[in-house]
Structure formats: C-alpha cells, structure tokens
C-alpha cells in the first residue's frame, strides 16, 4: 500500500469512530434523564445497550475505526527503524485489537469491558511514546520535527487518565452513574486522551497523504 493510500486509510478510520461518537452521544438521554456530556460521561456509556439509544452505531463506528487504525498502524511499522520497529508494532497489535474489541464487548459486559478497555488505555499511550522516541533517534525519518508536539501532549494526557483513574474507586463498579458532578475529571481525561490520540492519528496520516514513498526501511 503507498503512504497516500495509507494516510487515507487513517483518516477514514478515524472520521469513522468520530462520527459514530457524535451520531450516537446527540440523542442520548441517561438514566436521571440528562443529555450526554464529554465533560462528565464516559465514553463506553455511549456503547452501552441497555441505555444509549444508538449504541449499535457507536460501537461499530469503534470495531470499524478501529480495525482501520490497527492495519494502519501496522503498515507504519513496517517502515519503523531499529528495534522501535517491532516495539511499535506489538504495541499496535494490542491497542488495536483491544479497541476493536470493546465494540463487541461495550458496557453493558462490565467486568470484561473494563478489562479489554483498560489494556487499551494502558497501552494505546505507548503507540504515540514509541514513534516520538524513534523520531528524536532518526530525525531524517521522512516526518516533520513538529510531529514530536501532538505524540508529547497525547502522552502525557494518557498518564494524567491513568493516575487519575487509579484513585476512581466506585461504591459499586455495576451500578448505573445517576449522580454526576458538572465536571468530572476523570471520564473528561479519558475522552482527552482518547481525542489526542485520534489527533495524532491524523497527523501522521496527513504527512502520508502528501508523500509519495515511504521512507527507509534500513535500521
């Protein structure tokens, strides 16, 4: 596949998962009654069956999308140099499969959809944090220096969910959320570190579209 063909791939997939998100979160209406917010609603209660009126597009838009980034991810490996080349792609392997999965497996499958979510988190960082420390090493890389700037902020968002999320201690982890503060910082990171990878997504695949070879794959 030729980098454009690659780039467009990412930007597909990535409009894919961004369109079911916004399609499904404008009707939804949760169990006290209120709209959906970023700001204080976490981003599988948009999958979750049993309450979000269009769950089914939410998750597929995640299964698609996802799959989409997975193989793109894997063809940016490919052309990945020294030993971040296989780093990058187990990291991808499992990001991507666990993404793909929380579609099949949304919400309403609490205990395993917050197993198969939270190795996603725990490893959907690593993606950007890989490819960053392979651009400070190659800097002729075929890809812009700036490209450090979007990998470093989704980095660091990512470790700001986890260490939060590591204090978020629910009386009962299967009960439905009728009480919610304004903000919430906890799913509001989570949805920041979700965009800001998504962002990241894009750019590389901005970089692709405007090339027309890959570049080295000498390590």
Known sequence: MSPRAAGALGLGATTVILLGALATAIPYVGYAGEGYSPLNHFISELGETGESRLAPAFNAGIVIGG??????????????????????????????????????????????HRLISGVFFCTGWIVAAVFSAWLLR??????????????????????????????????????????RS???????????????????????????VRRHSWPSTES
């Open 182 to 208: 304004a903000i919430w910082t906890v799913p509001l990171l989570e949805w920041a570190s979700l965009l800001s990878l998504l962002v990241w997504f894009v750019c590389v695949s901005l970089v692709l």
């Open 138 to 179: 190659y800097p002729r890389s075929g890809f812009p220096r700036w490209f450090l700037v979007p990998g470093s902020i989704s980095v660091t968002i990512f470790l700001a969910f986890l260490t939060d999320y590591a204090t978020y201690r629910p009386i009962d982890p299967d009960a439905h959320i009728i009480e």
């Open 67 to 112: 799959f989409g980034l997975g193989l793109f991810l894997m063809l940016v490996s490919r052309h990945v140099t020294g030993r971040f080349r296989p780093a990058l792609m187990l990291a991808g392997i499992v990001a991507g499969t666990s993404g793909v999965l929380v579609g099949f497996f949304p919400m309403d499958t609490h205990a395993l």
